[in-house]
């Protein structure tokens, strides 16, 4: 039989909810041999057992190795990540009470931390004084209780927060992603380098 050529894209953050995982789950495979690459991808690349740790680091050459066992006569070209964090979660698909507190609880921590650093900010700026003096500049007399600066303030800033995260409720405002998104992305791949920097320090790796 012919050589053929196989290509494997790996992702570098994997999650799956079964025990067994198969080099479909861990990547991308394009062969122009339909038996050969349906043969790959079907490919068991690990285990997870019941006592075993939830996360495992798969290395791309365990993997070309493996995929050489089970077809001789292929060539195998890396194109995505060198290792593969797989991670096995277990997804409850009904949302019971305990998910509805937590997220009401991130929810009312999230509106008092956020309310409370902005008092605080406003506090260390002196923002009331700020205003009075404006005020004093503009109207050439003392502020009486809540004036037209102050609420166009406060109207601006929420303006602000809603431009600068990009959502309105549930929907976005532009394409772009969200600094948050933005953020959360670059924390979990520092997360991902870490753990596949320790699972190779400590010898966990599989390759």
Same mark, same amino acid.
């Given at each position: 039989?012919?050589?053929?050529?196989?290509?494997?894209?790996?992702?570098?953050?994997?999650?799956?909810?079964?025990? *067994?995982?198969?080099?479909?789950?861990?990547?991308?495979?394009? #062969?122009? !041999?339909?038996?050969?690459?349906?043969?790959?991808?079907?490919?068991?690349?690990?285990? &997870?057992?019941?006592? *075993? @740790?939830?996360?495992?680091?798969?290395?791309?050459?365990?993997?070309?190795?493996?995929?050489?066992?089970?077809?001789?006569?292929? +060539?195998?070209?890396?194109? $995505?990540?060198? !290792?593969?964090?797989?991670?096995?979660?277990?997804?409850?698909?009904?949302? $019971?009470?305990?998910?509805?507190?937590? #997220?009401?609880?991130?929810?009312?921590?999230? &509106? &008092?931390? %956020?309310? &409370? %650093?902005?008092?605080?900010?406003?506090? *260390?700026?002196?923002? /009331? !004084?700020?205003? +009075?003096?404006?005020?004093?500049?503009?109207?050439?007399?003392?502020?009486?209780?809540?004036? +037209?600066?102050?609420?166009?303030?406060?109207?601006?800033?929420?303006?602000?927060?809603?431009?600068?995260?990009?959502?309105? $409720?549930?929907?976005?405002? +532009?394409?772009?992603?969200?600094?948050?998104?933005?953020?959360?992305? /670059?924390?979990?791949?520092?997360?991902?380098?870490?753990?596949? @920097?320790?699972?190779?320090?400590?010898?966990?790796?599989?390759?």
């Amino acid at each position: 039989m012919a050589n053929v050529t196989v290509y494997l894209k790996c992702d570098r953050n994997v999650e799956v909810q079964s025990e *067994d995982v198969f080099l479909s789950d861990v990547g991308s495979l394009r #062969c122009m !041999d339909s038996t050969v690459a349906a043969k790959l991808k079907a490919l068991k690349v690990h285990h &997870f057992g019941s006592g *075993d @740790a939830k996360r495992c680091v798969i290395s791309s050459l365990y993997l070309v190795k493996l995929m050489e066992e089970t077809c001789p006569n292929i +060539t195998v070209q890396i194109v $995505g990540e060198p !290792d593969v964090l797989v991670e096995q979660i277990d997804v409850d698909r009904h949302k $019971g009470w305990q998910q509805w507190a937590k #997220c009401g609880l991130v929810c009312l921590v999230s &509106f &008092f931390g %956020t309310a &409370f %650093t902005i008092m605080a900010y406003h506090n *260390d700026v002196g923002i /009331n !004084d700020v205003f +009075t003096e404006i005020y004093r500049m503009v109207m050439d007399r003392e502020p009486q209780g809540l004036n +037209t600066l102050e609420v166009s303030y406060s109207l601006g800033l929420a303006a602000g927060i809603i431009l600068f995260f990009n959502h309105v $409720g549930g929907r976005r405002i +532009t394409k772009d992603p969200t600094p948050i998104e933005v953020a959360m992305r /670059n924390y979990e791949e520092d997360v991902d380098k870490a753990l596949i @920097a320790t699972a190779g320090r400590e010898g966990k790796e599989k390759e």
